[in-house]
C-alpha cells in the first residue's frame, strides 16, 4: 500500500546526499531518483543500465546473487513452508486462516519468513548492495527487512477468484506503491531477486515503462480526482512489460512505475526475495533499535502491516539469528555508517 512521509517528522539520511524519510520506506528528496546525475562512479550498472533505468523505471542486474544461491532459497521455501516440489497436491492442502489478509497472503504465495541466515546472505551480497549504490547514489543504505514469494498456479484455494475485486485502490495486477498525485512525489526504490527461471506462463512482475517514461505528460492530463495508486491506462498506448529473469538476477524498480503480480496459470512456480535498499536513518533510534531486535529475536517485522509471521510454526522457534557480515552489520543499523 502506498505511504507517505510525514512531513512533520522528518529524519535526515546519514549520507552526504540530502535523503528525508519518516519511515524508511518512502523518502523526500532535492532531485528525483530518475534525475540524479552520478556523483560516484557505477559499481555494477553500465552507463546503458544507468540510462535505462532513469528512463524506464527498472533496471536488471545479472546474477546479484549467484544461481546456487537462488536454488538454495527456493529449497528453503519449499521446505519452510512443508510443501514437496514433486507432489502438487501438497500446495493446495485446505488451512485455517487468521484473517482474510491472512488469506489473500496465502492466495498471492507469500512465505512469512524474514531472518534466515539464506535471507541474510543474499542482503548482505556486496553486489546486490553496491547495484541500491548506483541508483540512489547513495553508500550508506539499510536494508529492507522482507521475505520471500512462492506462488504455485493460481488455482484451487490459491486462485484469485477468492479475493473481492475492488474498482479502486490497490490492485495486485497493477499500481504504485506511493500516492501519485501528491505535489512532490515520494522517492522509493524496491526489488526482487528471482529464484528460479522466468517463463511467460508462471506470471509474475510487470511494469508499465512507457507510462513510467511519460509520467508527467500524461498526469497532467489526468482529472484531479483520479485514483493515486491504480493507473487508468490504455495497455495499447501503455503495454505491460515482463521482464526476463533468470535464477539470481535482482530487479530493481523505482516506486513511481506502475507494476504489478500478473497470475500464475502455468504447471510449476513463481519464486523470488524481496529486497531493496533505502538511505539509511540512523538518527531514528526507534526505527534502528526495532530492525535490531526483529534480527536478534527473528520476530516479525513491524514495518508493514501485511507482515504477518507463519501461522503454523514461527520462524523464531525454527532456528537462531542469522550472522552478520560487516556490511550486514551496517545494513541492519548494527553498526554505524559512520565507523569506517
Not at 528528496?29 to 527498472?58: C, H, M, N
Not at 512532490?184 to 531477486?193: D, E, S, T
Not at 526475495?273 to 531486535?293: F, G, I, K, T, W
Request: net charge negative; charged share 30%; glycine share 6%.
Amino acid at each position: 500500500m502506498p505511504t507517505t512521509p510525514d512531513q512533520q517528522h522528518l529524519h535526515r539520511a546519514a549520507s552526504s546526499r540530502p535523503y528525508f524519510s519518516a519511515d524508511g520506506e518512502t523518502y523526500l528528496a532535492q532531485t528525483p531518483l530518475r534525475r540524479i546525475e552520478k556523483s560516484r562512479p557505477l559499481r555494477v550498472l553500465s552507463d546503458e543500465d544507468f540510462a535505462f533505468w532513469r528512463t524506464y523505471g527498472y533496471v536488471v542486474v545479472r546474477e546479484a546473487i549467484s544461481p546456487g544461491a537462488a536454488q538454495s532459497l527456493l529449497e528453503f521455501a519449499w521446505d519452510f513452508q512443508g510443501l514437496d516440489p514433486e507432489r502438487p497436491e501438497t500446495w493446495y492442502e485446505e488451512r485455517e486462516f487468521r484473517s482474510d489478509l491472512d488469506r489473500d497472503l496465502f492466495v498471492y504465495g507469500f512465505v512469512e519468513a524474514y531472518h534466515h541466515q539464506l535471507i541474510w546472505d543474499s542482503r548482505q551480497t556486496r553486489r546486490v548492495y553496491d547495484a541500491f549504490v548506483d541508483v540512489w547514489d547513495c553508500e550508506e543504505l539499510w536494508v529492507t527487512l522482507d521475505r520471500l514469494n512462492l506462488n504455485p498456479p493460481n488455482i484451487k484455494n490459491r486462485s484469485r477468484s477468492l479475493i473481492e475485486p475492488t474498482d479502486e485502490g490497490f490492485d495486485i495486477e497493477l499500481h504504485w506503491d506511493v500516492d501519485t498525485t501528491l505535489e512532490v512525489l515520494p522517492q522509493r526504490v524496491q526489488g526482487i531477486i528471482a529464484l528460479g527461471d522466468t517463463a511467460p506462463e508462471l506470471g509474475g512482475f510487470q511494469c508499465a515503462p512507457e507510462l513510467f517514461r511519460r509520467f508527467d505528460e500524461w498526469r497532467v492530463a489526468q482529472p484531479a480526482d483520479r485514483d493515486p495508486i491504480r493507473p487508468a491506462i490504455d495497455r495499447r498506448e501503455f503495454p505491460l512489460v515482463r521482464p526476463d529473469l533468470r535464477a539470481g538476477d535482482l530487479l530493481i524498480f523505482n516506486g513511481l512505475l506502475a507494476h504489478g503480480v500478473a497470475p500464475n496459470s502455468g504447471s510449476g512456480v513463481r519464486a523470488v526475495q524481496y529486497l531493496s535498499m533505502m538511505p539509511a536513518l540512523e538518527e531514528h533510534e526507534e526505527l534502528r533499535r526495532s530492525r535490531v531486535d526483529s534480527w536478534h529475536t527473528l520476530s516479525t517485522p513491524d514495518w508493514n502491516g501485511t507482515l504477518l509471521g507463519d501461522a503454523v510454526r514461527h520462524e523464531s522457534l525454527r532456528y537462531g539469528a542469522a550472522s552478520l557480515n560487516s556490511l550486514g552489520r551496517k545494513v541492519l543499523g548494527l553498526d554505524s555508517w559512520g565507523a569506517r
